[in-house]
């Protein structure tokens, strides 16, 4: 049974980090560097937080490494701990002594027998939902009757999130009638969408609008069209819904910025007509993630792409990944360095700055 305040949560829209693994310059983990990232999502108004996805390494599930279930339990244990603290500076309010909404997030991969054990460890660990993906079922014995089955049998583990990964980094092409039967199963709490591709997006919305459930979110996850997901009210069987949040890598880096601009993109869409600046930005926000993310190198830089914006900041010390080949690709650094002076509204180094040192604390 799946609580229906994650539902709700869910469906109000959030701002959902995808966490980096932090390392030190031996690519040994780096755990006080950890703790404080997951302090500087919380502090920056993050609604939760995705750990063991793409951005955290998947190589982190290696027997060699084994960092799964010990960053799993760093970032429940940290959550829990910094959301249940009082604030410092201020007295304490009746509505400050509550914890406020977070969802903990789990990525889970593999076929089934990993897929379930990472979902029961989540699960142990306080996790809420598991973000499922299906990089590892693209032979061509592998059909959607038989994805599903793998589909179903982790959501009775753990309330389940869809993922809609694109194939240029390891994910694959999916039928609507797969995604309309998705939707059907009954510990479903949201799907994230991210096959870069429009025609890919608007199977999913629709397959959600068709099958009346208001209770499954969705959630954008393409990294080149975020304000634009989010903006777009999508009309399917006579049922209009816009893209409730975002789970991304992208919001991993100036987080604190994510979130003001997000508040202002929903009272935006409450309007009955839409400013064209906001055009302008989804661009800017497509720029900068182009240089963050390498798209530019078929994003071979992605994962040191965002170590070396949050290393700018202090919050990590390095752009070391677990694998050494993985590297910033010739031009990125003056990318970043671009999009950063180009776009301020996007960055948040005045708010990571004044805080640093209680988060490394």
Known sequence: MVPPSLHSHLRAGQVIPALPLALKRSRRWDEPHQRALVRYYL?????????????????????????????LRLAAETATAWLSATPRTLTPTRAQRQPRPFALIAGLCGRTPQALDEARTARSLGYHAGLLSLGTWSALADTEKKILAHCCAIAREIPLIGFYLQPAVGGRVFSYKFWRAFVDIPELVAVKIAPFNRYRTLDVVRAVLTSGRDDVALYTGNDDNILADLLTPFTFAGRTRHIDGGLLGQWGVWTHAAVRLFADLKRARRRPRLDATWLDRNAALTDANSAVFDAGHNFA?????????????GL????????????????QSAEITRVARAYPWLVDDTFVAANLARWLA
């Open 43 to 71: 502090d920056a108004g993050a609604g939760g937080l995705a750990v063991g996805v793409h951005s955290t390494q998947f190589a982190i599930r290696d027997p060699h490494i084994s960092l799964y279930t010990p960053i």
């Open 301 to 313: 830089g992605c994962l040191p792409g965002i170590h070396e914006t949050l290393r700018r900041q």
């Open 316 to 331: 990590l010390t390095t752009i070391a990944c677990l694998d050494p080949r993985e590297k910033l690709s010739p031009g």
